[in-house]
């Protein structure tokens, strides 16, 4: 056993630019699971950095020096964004509010169709399984309660956070996209000079991670957009809601939109019943996810590495459990590394590669 283990080690790491992969990749990932965090902050930053790039680079080719494109592509990403924040955070307030002093009449009047299920079809429900499900349902409903009571006791630490972000990011941006080449140099003089395969799955990487912010930005804005101004051409409640909701469940590919179509429906069977108009809300809603996932997702991501379905749920089940939030946002960057690495590393034959399809 002992042997095999040794053979197994100086086939994979006998050459000096996998162990230098092998460490890069360690010190990286103990880094962020250990002070995540901390980090996070540095990290969004990069990300926005990331999907500015390509516009400091379009508004450079205009004349204007590497400086004062950053600043200029600085100012109206500013600009949008705190328009898009401060516009848009009242509106997603002011519905949450009246959709969750709404539940208690929702809950009524599901209890009363509920109880009326045994009458209508007494052989296949009984009362005493409508009163179990009742009883789960309250139950569950006071767990939701106690998790948004904790949110709301915690919420001023949530917000000297978010001013953190709103603060320290975009100075973090800024000095990102002006001093990138000086970073850049500074990171690569503590690497090993046996850094050939690092090189080659950053490289692949930074191409990668590019594209995929990007087209998942876009995702977001086109569904989110897409998807409140069909709500309100219905007259469906709380739009800007339920549409930010359908925007942003992009982000968990094949769950999201599961989970989201929930709240969504239970809205617009509430507000119609079994009607026509609510007819209509399921096959916008239909058309919306096939557009998504037939047109827009192959469009955006054509240049992405296509990832088996099997390997995309897993990384964000896996990243998510370990970053939350931004370990399913860039859970599929992060299988996308994990089969850069395996397709990289030294192998002594070629029925020893793995490469995950």
């Known amino acids: 056993m002992f042997n095999y283990i040794a053979q197994w080690y100086k086939e994979k790491f006998a050459d000096p630019h996998a162990v230098t992969l092998f460490l890069f990749l360690s010190l990286s990932f103990a880094l962020l699971y250990f002070f995540s965090d901390l980090l996070m902050p540095i990290m969004v930053a990069i990300a926005i950095a990331f999907l500015l790039e390509q516009p400091v680079q379009r508004v450079s080719k205009i004349g204007l020096n590497r400086n004062k494109s950053v600043m200029l592509v600085m100012l109206v990403f500013s600009i949008v964004a705190f328009t898009a924040i401060f516009g848009l955070v009242p509106v997603l307030w002011q519905q949450t509010s009246n959709l969750v002093q709404e539940v208690p009449n929702m809950i009524s009047k599901g209890n009363n169709y509920l109880m009326t299920l045994p009458q209508q079809y007494p052989e296949i429900v009984t009362e005493s399984q409508i009163d179990t499900l009742i009883g789960s349902i309250k139950d569950k409903l006071l767990q939701w ?44 003089r503590f690497l090993p000079k046996e850094r050939r395969l690092t090189a080659q799955v950053g490289a692949e990487m930074h191409q990668q991670i590019h594209n995929y ?24 409640r709380y739009p800007v809601l339920l549409g930010s909701l359908v925007g942003l469940s992009v982000l968990v590919p094949y769950v999201g939109a599961t989970v989201v179509t929930i709240p969504v429906f239970l809205v617009g069977l509430f507000q119609w019943g079994f009607s026509a108009q609510f007819g209509y809300l399921v096959l916008w809603y239909g058309i919306i996810q096939a557009v998504d996932g037939n047109i827009l997702v192959p469009f955006l991501f054509s240049e992405a590495v296509n990832l088996h379905p099997v390997a995309i749920i897993i990384a964000v089940i896996l990243f998510g459990g370990l970053w939350g939030f931004w370990g399913v946002f860039f859970a599929i960057p992060l299988a996308t590394l994990v089969k850069a ?14 490469v995950l399809e």
């Open 213 to 236: 912010i990007r087209g998942k930005v876009l995702e977001i804005l086109i569904i989110g957009i897409t998807s409140t101004i069909i709500f309100m051409l219905l007259g469906l």
């Open 145 to 188: 309660g106690q998790v948004i009571l904790e949110v709301s006791v915690n919420s001023l630490s949530n917000i000297v956070a978010l001013l953190v972000y709103l603060i320290l990011v975009p100075i973090m941006v800024f000095f990102f996209l002006k001093d990138k080449d000086e970073l850049l140099k500074s990171v690569i």
């Open 341 to 354: 690495v395996v397709n990289a590393w030294p192998s002594t034959s070629k029925s020893d590669d793995l």
